[in-house]
């Protein structure tokens, strides 16, 4: 493989140009030019070429390659640096497509975060179909139980409020703030990684879930709307705090399954004007938090909603925001009395209330974010087997990861692992395709099982 080391000599050459001269520049051109016909040689030769890096030692094609740290330091410096585990070039690669990967490889690694998709995106948009990239999965499954850990602190904060609440002592932000600005990086980071977890409910607690799946929504369509990541922090202590109102509203009431009566719907109504009192006395608590209390159950266009005293007033956008994610949680919640509503089902409904309950652009933005098939839908295959959707997939959006949920005899399946539809067969051609989803949401099904299990 000494010529697959002598065209990555070239790579790393270029890469380090790249970083002294401007994009063009005919020292970088002449680097790219060389590792091109050196690959397209291999290529010829082999019909691909792999470079991975696996615990520090550089792989070419299959074999480990302990010298090339010494000369390949920009190129893995890198690999590092993007967190790639492994480059496969395909037989067929053009030009153009090398000098793409030099753009990529060479930009700073905050350019390409703020990119929707990320490092993957990136590539796809300029077209590198011949250059494959893989990611660290560690990578992915630290920020999966991040993700999860966040999950279980807010529901602790969530509970340590309401107990300051329900003593009827002011409860201090600082907690919520805490993991709040947690739950904001990770969504800047991957917001995959968290939405998923919204399709946990708990039909037990539901006003702890509820508010929790509410603030990561609307963090997540927040950072869809590009607001500035101080607003992200308030808008997800608003949001977490939205019902923080009904605390004292009796249990029989929050609960209640079916329609209220008249004198238990008053009851319920004075959740916002109680969340606002509470919220607003907090000490450091941002002005928008406590607006989202008060707000979330205007409509956008100003003509219902409650505190009726409030109707007509131009409400706050965050609280524009939470009354999507608010609704969206809602409508997908399992209760006592309904039957499961999955996401597309649910953003059909929602579709209803556009213009009149809900802001439009915010809206289509929501659709955007959640994807073709949000996490939570439950999908048939052409196996024929049915699965889960637990994570969207942005830069190819048909091919999420999802969990098979029951196989091909129809037999639920037990701890399912979570799977790329991405993978590929022997024969090149996906493993696993999409060919519609499944509508009704089976009532045996605990969606949070899948989900929250530790070894994805
Ligand atoms: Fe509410
Ligand atoms: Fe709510």
């Not at 889960?388 to 091909?408: G, H, Q, S, T, W």
Request: hydrophobic share 40%; net charge negative; charged share 30%.
């Amino acid at each position: 493989m000494e010529r697959a080391a002598e065209a990555l000599k070239y790579i790393s050459g270029g890469l380090k140009v790249r970083t002294l001269y401007p994009a063009g520049h005919p020292a970088i051109m002449q680097q790219v030019e060389k590792s091109y016909s050196l690959i397209s040689e291999l290529l010829r030769e082999h019909k691909r070429l792999m470079l991975a890096m696996v615990d520090d030692v550089f792989i070419i094609q299959d074999e480990p390659n302990y010298e090339a740290s010494e000369y390949l330091g920009d190129f893995l410096r890198m690999f590092k640096e993007k967190k790639v585990e492994r480059v496969t070039f395909h037989e067929g690669l053009e030009k153009k497509e090398m000098d793409g990967f030099y753009e990529i490889l060479a930009a700073p690694m905050n350019e390409i975060r703020t990119t929707e998709g990320g490092l993957q995106a990136a590539f796809d948009s300029r077209g590198l179909t011949h250059i494959v990239l893989e990611r660290l999965e560690k990578e992915k499954r630290d920020i999966d139980m991040l993700a999860r850990k966040i999950y279980t602190d807010a529901l602790d904060v969530l509970d340590h409020v309401i107990s300051e609440v329900r003593l009827g002592k002011l409860p201090t932000v600082d907690k919520t703030q805490e993991v709040i600005s947690e739950m904001v990086g990770v969504v800047l980071e991957d917001k995959n990684a968290i939405l998923g977890l919204t399709m946990i409910k708990g039909y037990d607690n539901y006003l702890f879930n509820h508010s929790v799946n509410v603030s990561i929504l609307a963090v997540a369509l927040g950072e869809a709307l590009d607001l500035p990541e101080s607003t992200l922090n308030d808008l997800g202590i608003g949001a977490l705090l939205h019902d923080i109102g009904k605390t004292n509203t009796p249990e029989d009431i929050v609960k209640k399954p079916g329609k209220l009566d008249e004198t238990e719907w008053e009851v319920m109504q004075q959740h916002p004007a109680l969340g606002h009192e509470i919220l607003s006395s907090m000490k450091d608590i941002h002005k928008t938090s406590a607006d989202i209390a008060y707000e979330h159950h205007l409509r956008y266009d100003k003509t219902d909603g409650y505190p009726f005293e409030a109707i007509g007033r131009d409400t706050n956008p965050c609280s524009q925001i939470v009354s999507i994610a608010d609704i969206y949680d809602a409508i997908t919640t399992l209760r006592p009395y309904k039957d499961v509503i999955g996401p597309n089902e649910a953003l059909k409904i929602m579709k209803k209330l556009v213009g009149t309950t809900l802001n439009p652009d915010y809206f289509k933005n929501f659709v955007t974010m959640l994807g073709i098939y949000p996490a939570g839908t439950l999908v048939r295959l052409d196996t024929g087997e049915v699965a889960l959707v637990c994570r969207p997939n942005y830069a190819k959006p048909l091919r999420p990861e999802v969990k098979i949920i029951f196989n091909l005899e129809g037999e639920k399946t037990a701890s399912p692992e979570l799977l790329s539809l991405e993978e590929m067969g022997d024969d090149h051609r996906p493993e696993r395709s999409i060919v519609g989803t499944v509508d009704s949401v089976f009532r045996d099904i605990d969606l949070s099982e899948y989900l929250e299990s530790a070894e994805t």
